[in-house]
Structures are given as C-alpha cells and as structure tokens.
C-alpha cells in the first residue's frame, strides 16, 4: 500500500493519452458514422456499395489488425509515419465508425413513414425533411446504442499500448508492472477503477445528451435495456 | 522492390495458415467458456440469492466496463502469484471465455425474460422440479431466441484474439509480426492477416444476419 502515491502518479501520466485518444476516437466516429450512415440511405447504388465496403472491410477484421496495419504498413505505401497517438486514434474512429453508420442508418430507417410523407406535404426541402423533421427524432434512438459503443472505444483504447502509446494500460504494464511487481493486485485494482470511472462519466454525458434531445421534441426520456440490440458486431 | 511481393506473400502463407489455426482453437475453447458460464450467471442471477445476486452483478458490471487487455494482463501476471502457473494459451483462452460470459449472461438473460410467463406458472402447475422447469420448459424458448446474439459474440471473440500476443501467443497477427522482423517486410503479413480475418468473419456474419431473419419470419 506504500507505493499507492507513485501507483497513482505514474498511472496519472498516461490518463491524458487515455482521455485524448477516446475523445479523438469518439470524435471521428460521430463523423463518420453520421456520414457513412446516410450515405448508406443514398439512392445510388454506387455510393452505397463504397460505403458498404468500408463498413464491412473495419467490421470484418481484427482491430489489432487495423492498428498494425495503419502503424506499420501504410508508412511503406505511402511513405508517411504517423505519430502512434493520431494512429490510434485514426483506427479507434475508423473502427467504431463502421459499426456507428449502422446505428445511424437504423435508427433513421426507424423513424415512421408517415414522418416523411407528412414533410413531403408541407413542401420541405431533402435536406430541411432530414434536418427538421427525420435526424431529430432519429437521433433519441441511436444515443442508448451509441452510449455504448463509446464505451467499447474507450476500452478499446487499451490496444493503442501495443503500439507504444503510453496510456494507462501501457503505463501499467511497462512502468508499474517491472517496478512494484509485489503490488500487483494494487496496481490492475487502481487500473480498473480508473476504466470504470470514465466509462462512468461517458454514461452520465450521454444520459444527459438523451434527455435533452427526449425533451426537444416533447417526450420522455424512455430508456430501456435493448441488450439484443446492443450486440455491436 | 515491389511493393508487393506475390512470392513472399505465398511463401508466408502456410505459417500464417498455421497460425489461424490456433486463433480458432482458442475462439472455439473461448466460446465454450463464454456460453457456459454465461449461462451459468444468468441462471444464478435469475434466483435472487441475496449477497451472491450483489456480487455477481458488481463481476459483470466491473468485467464488462473494463478492457479486455487489461484482463488478459491481470490474468497474466496475478494468476502465478496464487502459484497457478498457465501456459499464455490456456490464459488467453479463459480471459477471452469470463470476458464474454459477462457478455453472453446478458444475452441469455434478456432471452430468459421473454419467456412468457405463463410458461413459468404451467411448469408450476405441473409440479415439475426446478431442473426439468430449467431444462425442459425455459431454456429450450430462449436459447433459440438468442443464437443469432450469441453467434455475433463469437464472431467478435474470433476478432478479439489478436490481443493475445500482448502475452506472447502466436496467433495470426503475431505471426504476421514475425514473418515480417525476419525479412523487413512487413506489407504482405499484416494485408494477408487482415485478409485471412474478413474471410472467415464476413460469412459468419452473413450467416448470422440470416438466421437473424429467419426467427423475424418465423
């Protein structure tokens, strides 16, 4: 227990990588999911193929994979490193992207007909129907998901250790782990709180992210645990 | 130099293959953990046993809101202090298998509360014994409620292997490491590894998209 202070502080040093890694992860994948997924709603055929593609290509594969893949294969194709930080947070957004656009486009395929016909009738332009009328209430149903597969980013953001970025689990492992061997249990118990603790903290900004888009449009927040849905596979 | 080399890349192939190998064995023994003690806690869950019900919850929550890497860590180097020493496969193996048991449970329990419950109060009426409720009335609605949920796990534990060459297992990716710190080349390993992962991911995917809609049909 003696070593707890060190424990902390040289776990403190890698919780900013932590933090800027997720928040740039979570980041690129509100963009990209946002664009992969109406581009997945897109009347061409074409766009939608490409797109399906690059949903599948991240969906299907390791994102230990990705991660080597973007840290040591694309320096030699195009003949540019990239800091492992921004590698990994390219691989956390392009990752959690793929599996956001489907989220995305399922929640606005879930919005009812009648929403859309009823913007057609009062002569709203595509893009004032999406904005106005269809992302609003599309955007309640994919919070609880989203919710959740921000927290897998977060804890997916342990694998950027492998490519030496010195976040907490790579603190832990190359720092504490050779040095206080003895506090072992200490050392992963304070791990695990401080995981908890900010997927604590994304749960609580989503909740109040979900009651405030509830309340634009006159409901109540319901939340319910889908588990079935949350599979993000 | 090419930037890629077909006849390297054939001649890596085999050792890759190889590698493959063992990350389905590890995904198979993985998921038999994971959809046992899955159901084991969901089960265990289900009867409310005061302190035990607690304790179980708080493993789930804490095994879920936490990476699996830092689990696979945690195992690693705590298990030798109780004096258990485990080769990194067999760790692998049961951080991949508890992880998703933590995972599966939720599955099974969400399947477990769709059974109606007048399927409870008849296995009641008929004075069947807790098990026979268990395995003759209950889990024979939910399971198949719940593959395709189930089905997607295992695909996403199959993903999930990689991370084991954090403790020195040689699956795939780590073969791929090693190909490539022998020759330099490290384009054709890691294409080829990522290749070998969407061939087999993507049509068990599909396959359980299908059965996704089959019991939506059915």
């Known amino acids: 227990m003696e070593n707890l202070p060190r424990i902390l502080s040289v776990l403190g040093d890698g919780l900013p990588e932590t933090v800027i890694a997720t928040l740039g992860g979570i980041v690129l994948t509100i963009v990209l999911s946002f664009g992969a997924g109406l581009l997945l709603l897109s009347p061409w055929r074409v766009v939608r193929g490409v797109t399906r593609v690059y949903v599948e290509g991240f969906r299907g594969t390791s994102e230990v994979v990705q991660l080597f893949w973007i840290y040591f294969v694309l320096p030699v194709l195009v003949g540019y490193q990239l800091v492992p930080l921004v590698a990994g947070i390219a691989v956390l957004g392009l990752n959690h992207g793929a599996y956001g656009a489907e989220i995305v486009r399922g929640a606005i395929r879930s919005v009812p007909r009648a929403q859309y016909e009823g913007a057609i009738a009062l002569s709203l332009s595509p893009a004032q129907r999406m904005r106005r009328v269809i992302l609003p209430q599309a955007l309640v149903e994919m919070l609880p998901p989203l919710n959740n597969l921000f927290i897998q980013l977060l804890k997916s953001s342990s694998i950027l250790a492998l490519i030496t970025v010195p976040e907490v689990t790579r603190q832990a492992r190359e720092v504490l782990i050779p040095n206080f061997g003895d506090d072992t249990f200490l050392i992963f118990g304070v791990v695990f709180v401080v995981y908890l603790l900010l997927a604590a903290v994304i749960t609580a900004i989503m909740r109040w992210i979900e009651r405030w888009a509830a309340r634009r449009l006159g409901r109540r927040p319901v939340r319910q645990r889908k588990v079935l849905e949350e599979v993000a596979v | ?218």
């Open chain 2, 1 to 218: 130099m090419p930037l890629w080399d077909w006849s390297y890349a054939f001649s890596i192939l085999p050792d890759l293959l190889l590698a493959l190998v063992t990350t389905i064995e590890i995904t198979v023994l993985g998921s038999v953990v994971a959809l046992l003690l899955g159901l084991v806690i969901a089960v265990l869950r289900r009867a409310r046993i005061p302190v035990l019900d607690q304790v179980l919850w708080a493993f789930v929550e804490l095994v879920r809101s936490t990476p699996l890497l830092v689990q696979v860590f945690f195992l690693f180097f705590a298990l030798p202090r109780f004096g258990i020493e485990l080769s990194a496969f067999v760790i692998g193996v049961l951080a991949l298998g508890v992880h998703y048991a933590t995972y599966t449970s939720e599955v099974y329990r969400a399947g477990i509360d769709a059974v109606p419950q007048g399927q409870w109060e008849a296995a009641t009426a008929l004075s069947l014994p807790r098990s026979r409720v268990w395995t003759g009335v209950v889990l024979p609605q939910a399971i198949p409620r719940v593959l395709p949920a189930l089905g997607n796990y295992v695909i996403s534990m199959f993903k999930e292997v990689p991370l084991l060459l954090a403790i020195g297992v040689v699956e795939v990716v780590n073969e791929a490491r090693e190909l490539g710190s022998e020759t330099f080349r490290y384009v054709e390993p890691y294409t080829i590894a990522g290749v070998l992962f969407l061939l087999l991911s993507y049509p068990a995917s599909l396959l359980v998209r299908r059965l996704e809609r089959r019991r939506v049909s059915a």
